[in-house]
């Protein structure tokens, strides 16, 4: 049986129904009426999943006509060749961003982490899972470790008022980076923290960062593939005639 909650569960069938193409764009949905009879729920909890949508812009309404099918939201997009602070990427596009703070605590190194980080094995380091919305939905799940001996008030931060890009950038200025990107099935926690179907599929930005010579972070930011994209841009210099 489903355990989602209900408005979830009627938001889920209506997006169903449009990416089956049962309701194209431009198409009117059923009523709230209708959708009230059909899942024998309050009119309520069918006014919380459409409103849902429509601040997603899957929806929009139309004043005395219905709801109608909106032509799907073009996707986030981040630079592949730069970090920008994913608060700042977000509210740029005009969308309201707020975070949820998972885990904040220190843990010792094992064998990939300390690979990764270019640590002793069993060397402290501290951690963070923050995830990131847009709109109320989940666009970004950050999990990061970071060495302690270049930033060492980490864990001091309030990471609900600052990102962790944010007080690395101030507190360990940039001076490289490192990016692998693969395309995945995430597990299962992975899946509901970023409220994917089933199989869909999850886009994961590895990311290694230096100061100087010191290799500070190692993060791993997982999107929705649906919903975020990453582009680069490189410009050639020009042959002198």
Excluded at 98 to 112: F, Y
Excluded at 175 to 193: F, G, N, R
Excluded at 229 to 238: A, C, F, M
Aim: with cysteine; charged share 20%.
């Amino acid at each position: 049986m489903p355990t989602s909650p209900l408005y979830q569960q009627i938001k889920q069938h209506i997006i169903e129904q449009i990416e089956s193409g049962y309701w194209p764009v431009g198409e009117r949905i059923s009523t709230e009426l209708e959708l009230t009879e059909q899942f024998s729920v309050s009119r309520m909890t069918v006014n919380k999943a459409i409103r849902d949508l429509v601040s997603e812009g899957r929806l929009q309404r139309r004043p005395r006509l219905g709801t109608f099918v909106c032509a799907a939201p073009e996707k986030a997009e981040s630079p592949l060749l730069d970090i920008r602070n994913i608060a700042e990427e977000i509210v740029s596009r005009g969308q309201r961003y707020h975070n949820k703070v998972r885990a904040h605590q220190s843990l010792i190194a094992d064998e990939t982490l300390a690979t990764q980080l270019g640590v002793m094995l069993a060397t402290p380091l501290f951690y963070s899972e923050i995830l990131h919305y847009a709109n109320d939905q989940p666009l970004q799940l950050e999990i990061r470790w970071v060495n302690p001996r270049y930033a060492p008030d980490y864990l001091k931060q309030d990471f609900t008022h600052i990102t962790p890009n944010q007080y690395l950038s101030e507190a360990c200025p940039l001076s490289a980076i490192e990016h692998t990107v693969e395309a995945l099935i995430a597990d299962k926690p992975i899946s509901e923290a970023l409220l994917l179907k089933a199989n869909e599929p999850c886009l994961l930005l590895n990311r290694r960062t230096w100061s100087g010579e010191h290799l500070v972070s190692f993060a791993q930011l997982y999107h929705p593939a649906s919903k975020y994209k990453l582009s680069s841009k490189i410009v050639y210099p020009q042959p002198q005639a």
